[in-house]
């Protein structure tokens, strides 16, 4: 157990009024004690109280996390942990819930002990959103695996290949750099299918002159990262090569901008402005890019509507794209943490325009 980071959770409770907290959410179990927990539907949580207390509950049956912690509530099958966790809520305390806990249990909870139940909000969000040195020398290592992997991918365009056949290839590929698997489902996209910003790969067909998009992150040693790239099959339009130059011009310009201080939404608009200004601000349609770690998406975004400074630590996503309905679309996607100075990106991989085959 990162006792050091149950200090800082415990400081957030007393910061914002909260005096018990009830732990649902793998990545945060991870986060703490650095094992991925699977409950199903068993109550699996960590309870927390600022005035000292801090157990898990395990059912019996999940022996093989007896190592989680050393202070675990056992209970069996044939009892209600519930009434066990009620008999830690104290009658009228404020009472942290993950916002993604079963209401199976929380209503029961609810009805079992009288109390100010209220979401864990940004509590816990605020403290994995800075990541130590640790953390970031995983998104290294995540990293570095994925641009091997995407490296793999572009070599296999072929008359013939189908979106989820070429799309099937990236497992193989993370379990081969050793990698858990991948983030988030992958987009292997091809022509057409790049003018929606998050196709969902099918049957489509490769044809000549396509642009291929891909959008892929490996899971490794419990961090996640990100990746896209887009590239042209044997030949590329002037069209789709202007497009592809602004967005790598909004990518460069919009991560160079990256350094404590700067507010996540000036990043998106200097991104923003220069797709703008060349008449394609309409065809971006998402936020330029979210923070990432132990999840593929985590808090904040970065987006038009974040005001918070950037803080050395944080790793996040800076990926503009052009999406033009029944035409295609480009995306250029990087990681990059937050360093002291400036910004560290964890990608090398080239984003000067390729025509592949
Ligand atoms: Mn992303």
């Given at each position: 157990?990162?006792?050091?980071?149950?200090?800082?959770?415990?400081?957030?409770?007393?910061?914002?009024?909260?005096?018990?907290?009830?732990?649902?959410?793998?990545?945060t179990?991870?986060?703490?004690?650095?094992?991925?927990?699977?409950?199903?539907?068993?109550?699996?949580?960590?309870?927390?109280?600022?005035?000292?207390g801090?157990?898990?509950?395990?059912?019996?049956?999940q022996?093989?996390?007896?190592?989680?912690?050393?202070?675990?509530?056992?209970?069996?099958?044939?009892?209600?942990?519930?009434?066990?966790?009620?008999?830690?809520?104290?009658?009228g305390?404020?009472?942290?819930?993950?916002?993604?806990?079963?209401?199976?249990?929380?209503?029961?909870?609810?009805?079992e002990?009288?109390?100010n139940?209220?979401?864990?909000?940004?509590?816990?969000?605020?403290?994995?959103?800075?990541?130590?040195?640790?953390?970031?020398?995983?998104?290294?290592?995540?990293?570095?695996i994925?641009?091997?992997?995407?490296?793999?991918?572009?070599?296999?365009?072929?008359?013939?290949?189908?979106?989820?056949?070429?799309?099937?290839?990236?497992?193989?590929?993370?379990?081969?750099?050793?990698?858990?698997?991948?983030?988030?489902?992958?987009?292997?996209?091809?022509g057409?299918?790049?003018?929606?910003?998050?196709?969902?790969?099918?049957?489509?067909?490769?044809k000549?002159?396509?642009?291929?998009?891909?959008?892929?992150?490996?899971?490794?040693?419990?961090?996640?990262?990100?990746?896209?790239?887009?590239?042209?099959?044997?030949?590329?339009?002037?069209?789709?090569?202007?497009?592809?130059?602004?967005?790598?011009?909004?990518?460069?310009?919009?991560?160079?901008?990256?350094?404590?201080?700067?507010?996540?939404?000036?990043?998106?608009?200097?991104?923003?402005?220069?797709?703008?200004?060349?008449?394609?601000?309409?065809?971006?349609?998402?936020?330029?890019?979210?923070?990432?770690?132990?999840?593929?998406?985590?808090?904040?975004?970065?987006?038009?509507?974040?005001?918070?400074?950037?803080?050395?630590?944080?790793?996040?996503?800076?990926?503009?794209?052009?999406?033009?309905?029944?035409?295609?679309?480009?995306?250029?996607?990087?990681?990059?943490?937050?360093?002291?100075?400036?910004?560290?990106?964890?990608?090398?991989?080239?984003?000067?325009?390729?025509?592949?085959?």
């Open positions: 157990m990162r006792a050091d980071r149950i200090a800082k959770i415990v400081k957030g409770m007393e910061v914002q009024g909260v005096d018990q907290m009830i732990i649902s959410d793998p990545s179990i991870f986060y703490l004690t650095g094992r991925f927990v699977a409950p199903g539907f068993r109550l699996l949580v960590l309870y927390l109280d600022t005035r000292g801090c157990t898990f509950f395990l059912n019996a049956l022996s093989d996390y007896a190592d989680l912690h050393d202070d675990i509530c056992w209970y069996q099958d044939s009892e209600d942990p519930i009434k066990r966790l009620a008999e830690k809520i104290r009658e305390a404020t009472v942290a819930i993950d916002k993604n806990w079963s209401a199976n249990f929380l209503l029961r909870l609810m009805r002990k009288s109390a139940y209220v979401l864990t909000g940004d509590i816990i969000d605020r403290i994995r959103m800075v990541k130590d040195e640790g953390e970031i020398q995983a998104m290294r290592e995540t990293c570095a994925n641009q091997k992997v995407m490296a793999r991918m572009f070599p296999m365009l072929r008359p013939g290949l189908t979106e989820t056949e070429h799309r099937k290839e990236l497992h193989e590929l993370y379990c081969s750099y050793g990698a858990e698997g991948y983030n988030i489902t992958p987009i292997v996209a091809y057409q299918s790049c003018g929606y910003a998050h196709h969902k790969s099918d049957g489509t067909v490769l000549s002159g396509d642009c291929v998009l891909i959008d892929t992150g490996a899971r490794y040693h419990g961090y996640r990262s990100d990746m896209t790239r887009t590239v042209f099959y044997q030949s590329v339009s002037d069209e789709m090569r202007e497009i592809y130059q602004i967005v790598y011009e909004a990518q460069m310009t919009a991560m160079a901008a990256v350094k404590p201080g700067a507010r996540f939404c000036d990043i998106d608009r200097i991104g923003r402005e220069i797709i703008a200004k060349h008449g394609y601000g309409e065809y971006f349609t998402h936020r330029i890019g979210h923070n990432i770690g132990i999840d593929g998406h985590e808090f904040p975004d970065v987006g038009a509507a974040n005001e918070m400074e950037i803080q050395p630590g944080m790793c996040f996503s800076v990926e503009p794209g052009i999406y033009i309905p029944g035409k295609g679309g480009v995306r250029i996607e990087d990681l990059v943490v937050a360093t002291p100075t400036g910004y560290e990106c964890f990608y090398d991989y080239t984003k000067e325009l390729q025509i592949i085959g």
